[in-house]
């Protein structure tokens, strides 16, 4: 191993961050990420200084033990075509606060980029343009989801995927098969189950961990002759080790190369959407990410609904055509999202025009968005979880749907009259007394 050019993982690091980038503290408890900027790093020594906007959270939920966990999403273009994600795990650090909303991060990057799990196999994370594909059968000879690698080790990997796909998942839920593809066109494939689930790098994409489950011995001695093939890419683009060769796994074929030009194509015209378009893709996004939540923790992010709310009250009053025409442009998502986002838009329309100056637009706008995101639910209420009440994290709830669809139904309710019937009671007069129970 060559010690010359410093600490690995910090170099690795500097690669990622001369490029636009973005920074993100995330917990797989909480649906929120918290952003995060690079004071200062010494590739020498893999001193990593970051500076955290707590935007009202406590940091203490992203911090656990002394230890931290963030991605890092490099465009690697100046379009921003691509973007490399990498995910850092469990990260030894001090943190300082510098004033109230504001954190100082302190750590020391490990040597290696390699990582060696608790049972004892290295993980090898896909770094500096390492690339992989999954194929996903969420059900038998149904439904399949193709995904990126972003790390691989012996017990299983962690994917790259669309929310949207993330959602057909669920944590604990047996995977028939897994296909794992390189650029080569190796392949090698076996079953698998879902670990875990979460927000991955920007709006849109999940991060899914799956592990290798009924290896056979021949299949054993395949996974890990590619594993070995990737460690031997990772020390090759990181400066790891000196003298060591690519590997002909990630030599990619001609396809690939028009595959991607195809990619970029669709990617520019993402870029040239109108305004309020992206705002309105957010709000898509988050609903998601709420569900995402919901399905597999039991837990109700009302910090995430809210901002949701917000965005299209505002919208609707800094410009009401652009916001309706934005609602438009919302064809590829699923449908329960769109009529979600759709219906609440109007109303903050409708509402808006009618008294701006109104208390109860944005209660209503929640409870429109809230309808939807409840009623989907409502399919996966036999298999959810735990009891409502806080959630570690500020401003998660934990629902109980075990008892069947009425005790739901109240617990969602007393939820509500908990935020808005003092408010309510308060002035009897308004006409749109407790809308957000109407909406629901």
């Known amino acids: 191993m060559s010690h010359s050019n410093g600490n690995h993982t910090a170099n690795v690091i500097q690669r990622l961050v001369s490029h636009d980038h973005d920074i993100t503290l995330f917990s797989k408890r909480l649906a ?3 952003k995060a900027e690079v004071t200062g790093l010494d590739t020498k020594t893999g001193l990593l200084l970051l500076e955290v906007s707590a935007a009202g959270r406590h940091l203490t939920h992203y911090v656990r033990d002394g230890y931290f966990s963030f991605d890092i999403e490099a465009k690697i273009t100046p379009e921003g075509h691509e973007k490399e994600v990498h995910s850092f795990d469990r990260i030894p650090a001090e943190v300082h606060k510098k004033d109230a909303d504001t954190y100082l991060i302190r750590c020391r990057l490990p040597e290696s980029v390699f990582v060696t799990e608790s049972r004892g196999a290295l993980r090898i994370p896909f770094i500096l343009g390492m690339n992989a594909r999954v194929s996903i059968s969420a ?16 017990g299983g990997c962690l994917t790259d995927m669309s929310i949207e796909d993330s959602l057909s998942l669920y944590v604990g839920q047996t995977v ?22 979460r927000p991955f790098g920007s709006l849109g ?32 683009r990181s400066g790891l ?7 002909e796994l990630f030599i990619a074929k001609k396809a690939g190369a028009a595959a991607s030009n195809t990619s970029k194509s669709e990617k520019s015209k993402m870029s040239r959407q109108p305004a309020m378009v992206p705002e309105v893709l957010k709000v898509a996004q988050q609903l998601k990410v709420i569900m995402m939540f919901i399905k597999n923790r039991g837990i109700f992010s009302e910090d995430t609904l809210f901002e949701c709310g917000d965005i299209l009250i505002d919208g609707v009053k800094e410009n009401r055509k652009q916001l309706l025409y934005a609602l438009s442009f919302l064809r590829g998502q699923p449908e329960w999202v769109r ?7 109007l109303l903050a329309d409708m509402l808006i025009t009618r008294d701006p100056h109104s208390r109860q637009i944005r209660e209503a706008v929640i409870g429109a968005l809230c309808d939807t995101v409840i009623g989907h639910f409502r399919g996966h209420i036999d298999s959810a979880g735990s009891t409502l009440g806080t959630d570690p994290g500020s401003s998660h709830r934990r629902l109980d749907p075990q008892h069947g669809e009425a005790a739901f139904n109240r ?3 007393a939820f509500f009259e908990s935020k808005y019937e003092p408010e309510a009671k308060s002035d009897p007069q308004n006409a749109l007394s407790n809308p957000v129970k109407e909406a629901l």
């Open 32 to 34: 929120h990420s918290l």
């Open 139 to 154: 059900y038998e000879s149904e439904l399949y989801i193709d995904a990126g690698i972003r790390n691989l080790s012996a």
């Open 176 to 197: 028939p098969d897994l296909i794992i593809t390189f650029p080569n066109g190796e392949y090698f494939f076996c079953k698998g189950r879902v670990r875990h689930i």
């Open 205 to 236: 994409r999940a991060a899914v961990g799956l592990q290798f489950i009924d290896v056979s011995s021949t299949m054993s001695k395949e996974i890990f002759q590619h594993i070995s093939e990737c460690e031997r890419e990772a020390a090759s």
């Open 241 to 247: 080790k000196e003298n060591v060769t690519p590997s």
């Open 339 to 345: 009529h979600a986002v759709q219906s609440s838009g």
């Open 411 to 413: 617990q969602t309710d």
